[in-house]
């Protein structure tokens, strides 16, 4: 039997585990990636429990395990510096199997792109789906090269998804969140601080250490759709949080005004009616764009890819393995979807007495009962993937471990 050929579009992160999680289980991977570097723009992700043991399928999840930085207590803060929830690390640990690791996006490409063959990656490649193939039909996507045939293709191209507009072109797209969104990578303060996020008026602020010296902080803050700050967002930034708890004025002290990224949030209110078409599939933001409010956009996009390689066996009926994607991964994105939309609706609340009584309810609920945060997180980071590794080139259905 002919080795199968799977074709990625968007090698972002997502599209990345795909790549790697197909290419381990013997397919051969080819990504097209309009860009003409793989080297993302300075931000970073907080990967969870649940992404960790999804890498782990690829056995890739211990070398995240190992830019851990924090151990200890975080957890969300009032703009004046009071605690309204604390959790511990160990809790995290012991409730979830592991604790949220925050990495600069450059270093997570990296530890997939290690995964992958030097040429299965083409860069600087417009691609668009021109066939989506069916049982007996492969599909085909067009190149400024050429066309491609392929078995599978696998449509990671982000919250403006050609794919996904090519599929489901009468399907509505994504709509403006109501926020908009700063991220910036900065050296850390030389004062210690404790990871939190921190609830204000109308918007959000977060500070997370990373590997090397350095935080990742990101803010937010309900705006009209499509503005920009009339002097610099640096200045913006400073309007709204320079008078926020320590270590955010340090923070903001310690940016580069050429290096903060500001992009409106939008996120799917109607939920696709399937994952795929034809031999089609579509993860991550293409599929299932969410506010980051939960933090678990890049995270479920790391678990459908893990999913989605898990049916996609070699020699198997693809479309009757697409249809199990889709069966496995719609009901729980689309849940988070909705849960991360009414939390960033709590988070950026610009009333007065409604925020008051927020953080009241907030702070009474969480000394009446210990880990509230961690309990929010309950059905999300506990999630196990379909199985133990692809690498060792066995599958036995089990469960990974805890």
């Known amino acids: 039997m002919p080795t199968p050929h799977a074709v990625v579009v968007g090698a972002g992160i997502g599209g990345l585990t795909a790549a790697v999680a197909l290419h381990q289980r013997g397919w051969r991977v080819t990504v097209l990636e309009r860009a003409t570097s793989l080297e993302p723009v300075g931000a970073g992700i907080g990967l969870c429990p649940n992404a960790q043991r999804a890498l782990d399928v690829i056995g890739l999840g211990d070398r995240v395990r190992e830019l851990a930085v924090w151990r200890g207590s975080l957890g969300i803060r009032t703009p004046n510096g009071r605690w309204l929830v604390r959790a511990d690390t160990s809790d995290a640990e012991e409730r979830f199997g592991g604790t949220l690791v925050p990495v600069h996006r450059a270093t997570l490409v990296d530890i997939l792109r290690s995964g992958l063959r030097e040429d299965s990656l083409r860069t600087g490649t417009e691609a668009r789906l021109g066939d989506r193939g069916s049982a007996d039909r492969r599909s085909v996507v067009a190149t400024p090269d050429g066309d491609i045939e392929a078995d599978l293709v696998i449509g990671a191209d982000g919250i403006n998804s050609g794919v996904r507009q090519t599929l489901f072109p009468a399907h509505p797209k994504p709509v403006y969140s109501g926020f908009t969104a700063w991220r ?11 990871p939190h996020e921190t609830w204000g008026r109308g918007g959000v602020w977060g500070t997370q250490p990373l590997r090397g010296g350095r935080v990742y902080a990101y803010a937010t803050a309900v705006l009209p759709e499509g503005g920009r700050a009339p002097d610099s967002e640096m200045a913006e930034l400073r309007r709204r949080f320079s008078d926020w708890h320590d270590p955010i004025p340090d923070v903001l002290a310690a940016a ?23 031999r089609v599939a579509l993860l991550g933001d293409a599929a299932h764009a969410m506010t980051p409010s939960l933090g678990q956009g890049g995270n479920q996009a790391i678990e459908d890819a893990i999913v989605l390689a898990h049916h996609a066996e070699p020699g198997r009926d693809f479309t009757q ?5 889709s069966h496995d991964r719609l009901p729980r994105t689309t849940a988070i979807v909705c849960r991360a939309a009414r939390t960033a609706r709590m988070n950026h609340l610009t009333s007065a007495p409604a925020l008051a009584l927020r953080d009241m309810l907030i702070a009474g609920v969480s000394r009446l009962g210990p880990n509230l945060m961690l309990r929010s997180f309950e059905s999300i980071a506990d999630w196990q993937p379909p199985q133990h590794t692809y690498a060792a080139g066995t599958q036995d259905n089990q469960p990974a471990r805890q």
């Open 321 to 325: 393995a697409l249809a199990s994607y």
């Open 256 to 278: 580069d005004p050429e290096r903060i990224l500001r992009n409106d949030v939008r996120h799917m209110t109607v939920p696709l009616p399937a994952y795929h078409r034809g």
């Open 184 to 194: 910036l990578v900065v050296p850390a303060p030389e004062r210690p601080f404790h």
